[in-house]
DNA sequence: ATAGTTGCAAAAGCTTTGCAGTATG
DNA sequence: CATACTGCAAAGCTTTTGCAACTAT
């Protein structure tokens, strides 16, 4: 299992080395940190949580170091980012992780993921109506959430 | 022709003091105005373009109560908020105006819209799944329309 | 009358930038 | 060794907030 894991990182490194490569770009220290970092955990966050993160222990890297190398991720396609409500952008890996869609719900702020091939099928069809070549999409529903409905549900029949 | 146009912000207006009076909230000038000048345009804006277009003419409303108002006309469904790109928030009109997506240009940021029946059937058959109620949704598509397509065709023929 | 709204300016929050020092290729 | 990157702090932008004045109900 952690070999699998290794094997995972050894895989995404070389991305980002090929990427970083063709750029132009160095390969420094706080730049693969970063990556590590942003791919030891598998829910969102964003770049203020990811700052705390790699300073925890020890090292050092600037905030502006931080939205660079977001940037160059993202650039890189190994990290993708989203905007669910009106706060700041959230981020998540990419590599090796299956394409997925968000569902939010709009009052306690749950973010689940789902996969619908159908989603497949209008980026397809839209790319080729439209004229454009597609790279990349993203679906957010909103709505409220099993528990949250449940409460307000209960909120409505109790008062007024 | 200008009649339709007039019964539609008749009914749109009603929509809105409908909502104003459901939460208790005073039915001010400030907010007609900027509810009026909301449905002139078609296409998106944000809130600071919003903020000139509602000061062109004599008119004084601060940019606080603009996106105050703006806050309160999400609320009412008749206006919709977007996140493009990283810059800031994107309203348009939505009573009366078509159910729609957006695709967007990553080179030159142009803003298309589409319909795609198949949106539906992924609301319903997820909120179903997941247990959501679910109340709107969002789906942006990312790529290069046309014309950018053929310029870095160009490009790329060109050099290197 | 009185509670909600407005306008203003200041503050807040996220992100970017300029510059001097540092490290990579 | 030249150039690109980092860290820091300051600036930039969008959006929110506090407060006094105002106004719809």
Redesign the interface.
Known sequence: MINVKQQHMVEVRRKFIAFLEKKGQRKTAERFLILDKIYERTDHFDAEALYHLVNRQRHHVSRATVYNTLELLVDSGLVM?H?FG?SS?QYEKAYGYRQHDH?I??RCRKV?E?C?P??Q???T???E??????????????????SC?QQIDLEGSASQ
């Open positions: 980012r905007q009106n952008s569902i719900c709009v689940v789902f619908d159908r989603i099928q209008i980026k069809r839209m790319g109506l439209l004229h454009f070549k597609i790279t990349s999409h993203e679906l957010h529903l909103h709505g409220y959430c099993e409905q």
